[in-house]
């Protein structure tokens, strides 16, 4: 096994990244016994500085995270462990801690956009909100749910008939959103989608 650098404390920072969509999800630390219960039970494990004993991420929440690869950087001392995050990360009900920004660029906003609000669906799913549409969907069924997926696509043909732009962006929004709502409800992941399109554009290179 790889000597870990921990410092003088005995601790080494980990920084706790989405699998699917790299999103960084939370900073925490361990030490040698998490990092082994971390191996062990494929669940994120740390220590906490403050109250001074490990704690099992998600023992209380259910916001368990599942380790699906670690890394380590060049010096040995910081780990990178990506996770299928269960619910939120964040105890303020985010699934980020990073939910906070100073700077923001537009245009990274405009890439994640999709995966933003299929989590944000996701979520909705795990922790209903009232007067949601999304939860009304959810309430409602996969019935409803493929009911809406097929409204919008007539309503998409119509105005693609048309010559308003903006009225045929918007409805295939529309439609994006309902197909999201669908790929949860389905179990569907968005990196499912883009290893089926990946394979389709390999294979007709």
């Known amino acids: 096994m790889i000597e870990l650098k921990y410092d003088e404390k005995g601790l080494i920072p980990a920084i706790i990244q989405d699998y699917q969509t790299k999103e960084v999800l939370m900073l925490a630390y361990m ?13 994120t494990w ?7 004993k490990l704690w099992n991420k998600g023992e209380t929440s259910g916001n368990y995270q599942e380790v699906v690869n ?10 990178l462990i990506e996770v299928i995050q269960q619910g ?14 100073i700077t923001e660029l537009e245009e ?19 922790n209903p909100k009232d007067e949601s549409y999304t939860n009304y969907l959810f309430k409602e069924g996969i019935d409803k749910i493929l009911k809406k997926v097929g409204e919008e696509s007539s309503e998409i043909i119509i105005a693609a008939k048309n010559t308003d732009k903006k009225e045929l962006v ?8 309902h197909v999201l709502v669908l790929m949860v409800e389905k179990g569907v992941e968005i990196e499912d989608i883009k290893r089926e399109l990946t394979e389709r554009f390999t294979r007709n290179e």
């Not at 890439?111 to 909705?124: G, L, W």
Request: charged fraction near 35%; glycine fraction near 2%; proline fraction near 0%.
């Open 46 to 52: 740390f220590y906490s500085r403050s109250r001074q």
């Open 31 to 43: 030490n040698q016994e998490s990092f082994e219960k971390t191996l062990e039970t494929k669940r």
């Open 70 to 79: 670690i890394s380590y950087d060049c010096d040995e001392d910081t780990l």
């Open 108 to 126: 990274k906003i405009k890439h994640e956009i999709i995966y933003n609000v299929f989590e944000t669906i996701k979520d909705r799913k795990e």
């Open 88 to 101: 939120s990360a964040c105890h303020t009900g985010n699934k980020s801690c990073f939910y906070r920004t």
């Open 170 to 177: 918007f409805e295939i929004s529309d439609m994006i959103y």
